[in-house]
């Protein structure tokens, strides 16, 4: 494996090493991460002019074959419409309230294959920003995290809500989310639905490690876990998703980054033990009780939201931090998760 500098500390600029010292949620050594990915700069090559021409033609693949129009388009106006309804109900200020009223979730996750080395192993999850709906999220999100440090960040997708046009203004909201995000071992990241081939070489410069369908093992004393992150399988399926899942099954502990729930069965059945997921906004505007309208799935509508188990493995669909189509909630709340890895017999 081709190995990726773990050697920095993650600090936000003029932070002080003391001061990183104290919020350090573990006292182990640096992991060691080492890349498997990718394989061969063809596989990625393949992969970006199949995107490309998918996203540029608005099609949707299934994951058993075939493609067809992706109705992105037909929902806008449709949450537009609704827009204009809450305008006129006066509803519209309550809803963007509540839309940045986040809440940092903390989350233990007792683990029966975490090595032991890794127990108390913190990920902050990020998921669904949609930057250029609202990029006051940025400074929220940072107020809220404070000076808190992780042993790792990653990001499950939707950077933006605009499936096509410029990204410059979402790439530079993102560095400055990047730049204050103070994780051990760095941040590591996929692409959603809503997401732009041409964002990965962006996001590499600014230092996060990308997994397109690819994988990066972390080894701390002398203990190892695998990381592996497909791209977005709601509008943009391969068969590359599942060889990445394979691959990295066959490791001793194994996490997927996946933006929707939807390979659950196959996660599951590959043997990967915790599966990170986002892409619903828990349903963002939900009847009372966070009863969804809509979830925007094709498979696995029972984990819209939350934590879930299926089988052996152990996944959570994040509620996103920011919203989509309008900027509003209801029955619901914005999130930034903390997952506690906490090794179990």
Known sequence: MDQIDASGDGRRPGTTAATAATAAPSTAPPARIDSAAPRSFDARQAWAANRLWMETSNLKARRWGG???????????????????????????????????????????????????????????????????????????????????????????????????????????????????????GTLAILGNHDDCHMVAPLEEMGVRMLINESVAIERGGARIVVVGTDDVHYYYTDQALHALERASDAPFSIALVHSPE????????????????????????????????????????????????????????????????PVRFNTRGELLVHHLRATT
């Open 263 to 326: 390979l659950f069965d196959v996660a599951s059945g590959l043997g990967i033990d915790l599966y990170l997921c986002g892409h619903t906004h828990g349903g963002q505007v939900c009847l009372p009780g966070g009863i969804p309208i809509l979830t925007h799935l094709n498979r696995g509508r029972r984990y819209y939201r939350g934590v879930w188990q299926h089988g052996a493995m152990r996944g959570v669909t994040h509620c996103g931090v920011g919203t989509s189509g309008i």
């Open 67 to 185: 493609k067809s129009p992706h109705h992105w388009y037909a929902l806008l106006a449709a949450t537009r419409a609704f827009d204009w309804m809450l305008r006129l109900a006066r509803q519209h200020d309550r809803g963007y309230r509540n839309a940045c009223d986040l809440v940092v979730r903390e989350l233990e996750h007792p683990l029966p294959r975490l090595p032991a080395a890794f127990d108390g192993f913190t990920i902050l999850h990020l998921s669904d920003l949609h930057l250029d709906g609202m990029p006051e999220l940025v400074d929220i999100m940072l107020g809220q995290l404070g000076e808190r440090r992780f042993d790792l960040c990653v990001l499950t997708g939707d950077y933006r809500t605009e499936l096509h046009g410029p990204i410059g203004p979402v790439m530079s909201s993102l560095r400055g989310l990047v730049a204050g995000l103070r994780a051990r071992h």
